[in-house]
């Protein structure tokens, strides 16, 4: 191939047409125009009709001398009242993509308050936000990643088939069970994963399947509680203590109840104390009533006269023909007499 190099000896060369006209490198389809020194172009327009452009520089520099300063970008843009980036326009029938960076958006770094010093923002031509598609987010060193948002706006996974069960092992509709966990079921197949709404209840609902509330607690200083304590847990026998301010009142057992000195078991109430009264009172001039038979199995005679009033008690059978004793405060300890053993005693005596 034949080249021809012309050496113009002059420090600046121009070429200048008239006003509006043009000047057209052809090379032909082929061919290739080289530039061995740097390249201005002065115009406000530079259009590149090629369908492919191949760059070696490592860096690309836009809003080249903006004289914003401190206050950061200045230009107009549209959209935006102070932004700058690229669009990528998509045909006649769609929105052109556009890649910001806009002056006025918030940034957050290490918890802190957002902080206006800009952000880049996915936008199309009409103002829609648009997606990011990408496979990981990487943060500095020792930093959080935070998700802003605005209004009622939320967190969500979309698009997935049945996230949850790509956090738990299913059975069904049910997290697996496994007896041996701690809590009853399989652990989670990422232990860092977030988890979604659904399978939060999931979890709340198979855990109580399977692990129950051992204690109800309320106060701080002077608590009141309900408490579940097991005896293969090491607590003893198996019971249910309720507590108020710090002090147990009633506790459940398997077949019996105790609250304060009394204990109810089958048709049994005792007390747990030694040698002390059940007392029945009525509440002011009322009465104790029993609607039923009472019966009164034989006991040995009292030890002593009751302080007030008299104790009623049966024993063997004597003369009186009842085997109903009683022991009054005046030390008088007799056996009550039945009605045919008094006509008895009126006839002979």
């Keep these: 191939m034949a080249e021809r190099i012309n050496r ?22 082929g061919g290739k125009v080289t530039v061995s020194g740097n390249l201005d172009v002065l115009g406000e327009t530079t259009s590149i009709g090629s369908s492919t452009l191949v760059v070696d520089d490592k860096t690309i520099v836009i809003n080249n ?13 549209d959209g935006y009242n ?31 308050t957002p902080v206006n010093e ?10 829609n936000l648009s997606g990011i598609h990408t496979t990981s987010i990487f943060t500095d060193t020792n930093e959080d990643l935070y998700l802003l948002g605005t209004g009622t706006g939320v967190v969500t996974v979309v698009g997935t088939t049945d996230y949850e069960k ?32 659904k399978g939060l209840k999931d979890y709340i609902r198979d855990y109580n399947l399977y692990n129950f509330q051992t204690k109800i607690l309320d106060g701080e200083l002077s608590v009141t509680s309900v408490e579940a304590l097991d005896q293969e847990s090491g607590a003893g026998t198996s019971r249910v203590e309720v507590t108020v301010d710090g002090a147990v009142i009633g506790t459940f057992y398997e077949t019996r109840f105790e609250v304060d000195n009394l204990r109810f078991s089958g048709q049994t109430i005792t007390n747990n104390g030694i040698n002390q009264d059940i007392i029945l009172t009525g509440s002011g001039t009322g009465r104790v009533q029993v609607d039923g038979w009472q019966n009164f199995t034989i006991e040995a005679d009292p ?12 024993k063997t059978l004597a003369d009186g023909g009842t085997g109903l004793f009683f022991y009054n405060e005046d030390g008088t300890n007799d056996e009550f007499v039945s009605r045919n053993k008094a006509l008895l005693y009126s006839i002979i005596f």
Aim: glycine share 14%.
């Design 8 to 29: 113009i000896g002059a420090d600046k060369y121009t070429i200048k047409v008239n006003a509006d006209g043009d000047i057209v490198l052809d090379v032909g389809d």
């Design 65 to 77: 001398n903006d004289p914003g300063g401190d206050a950061g970008i200045t230009d107009l843009l």
């Design 82 to 112: 102070r932004g700058a980036g690229i669009i990528i326009e998509r045909g006649p029938d769609a929105f052109e993509a556009r890649l910001f960076y806009d002056e006025d958006l918030d940034s957050i770094r290490a918890g802190a």
């Design 118 to 127: 800009g952000a880049f923002v996915f936008k199309l031509g009409n103002g």
């Design 166 to 197: 790509q956090v738990w092992p299913y059975t069904g509709s049910a997290i697996t069970v496994n007896p041996s966990a701690d809590d009853g079921l399989q652990p989670p197949i990422d232990d860092d994963a977030l988890v979604n709404a």
């Design 303 to 314: 030890a002593a006269a009751p302080s007030e009033g008299v104790t009623i008690y049966s």
